[in-house]
Every structure is written in structure tokens, then in C-alpha cells.
């Protein structure tokens, strides 16, 4: 099992910044990749940004030059740095964490926070 908490969510003008983290507990060993996904009310659940355990790292396009994820192994900790915020990026953020199952190497199974939320006014 993989327990996530995000933090840092908030209300920010456009134009300006918010870190959000994501701290991870439980079984880590088995994690593949941890990534930020985002979802809006009335839109269906987006990719934000991955990281896998490697350190490759992946955008979605919308997050390509203003937002950098990043992780610090010692504090079992995942951040998204996120500037240059704009009104879409309004949405509640979640936490991700991709694992080997525990009775298959070949299986993953996906393990969420309960989500922060970005608000952005223009």
C-alpha cells in the first residue's frame, strides 16, 4: 500500500506561482513512477507531469515551460513547481504513484491523494 498527501494548493492571481507536494508513505519500493494529474469541474482527469524513478520526467503540453516537477528521495516527497499560472489551470491537482503489484510484476496498480486544489483568478 502507498499513502499520498498533497499540499500547497490555493488561490493565486494569473501570472503568479504555487508549489504543490506530495508526500509518500508505504511500501515506496514497489513505485515505478509518481506523476500530478489534474482534473476541472465537468472535464475528465489530465496528465500534468511524471517522473519516474530514473528521474525522466514528462509534460503534458500545457505544462511545458512553466511547470517543473521534481522529487527529493530523502523526504519521500514530490513537488510540482508551477509558474506563470493562467485561469485553465484552475482544477483540483492530484497525486499519483504507479507500483508493482504485490502479486504480479507485471501488473501496476495506480495509488492517489485526495487532491489540492489551484485556483486561479484572472
Known amino acids: 500500500q502507498v499513502q499520498l498527501v498533497e499540499s500547497g494548493g490555493g488561490l493565486v492571481q494569473a501570472g503568479g506561482s504555487l508549489r504543490l507536494s506530495c508526500a509518500a508513505s508505504?511500501?515506496?519500493?514497489?513505485?515505478?513512477?509518481m506523476g500530478w494529474y489534474r482534473q476541472a469541474p465537468g472535464k475528465q482527469r489530465e496528465l500534468v507531469a511524471t517522473?519516474?524513478?530514473?528521474?525522466?520526467?514528462n509534460y503534458a503540453v500545457s505544462a511545458q515551460g512553466r511547470f517543473t516537477i521534481s522529487r527529493d528521495n530523502a523526504k519521500n516527497t514530490m513537488y510540482l513547481q508551477m509558474n506563470s499560472l493562467k485561469p485553465e489551470d484552475t482544477a483540483m491537482y492530484y497525486c499519483?504513484?504507479?507500483?508493482?503489484?504485490?502479486?504480479?510484476?507485471?501488473?501496476?496498480?495506480?495509488?492517489w491523494g485526495q487532491g489540492t486544489q489551484v485556483t486561479v483568478s484572472s
Open positions: 517522473i519516474a524513478s530514473s528521474g525522466d520526467t
Open positions: 508505504g511500501v515506496l519500493s514497489r513505485v515505478n513512477s
Open positions: 499519483n504513484a504507479r507500483a508493482t503489484a504485490p502479486w504480479s510484476t507485471r501488473k501496476e496498480i495506480d495509488y
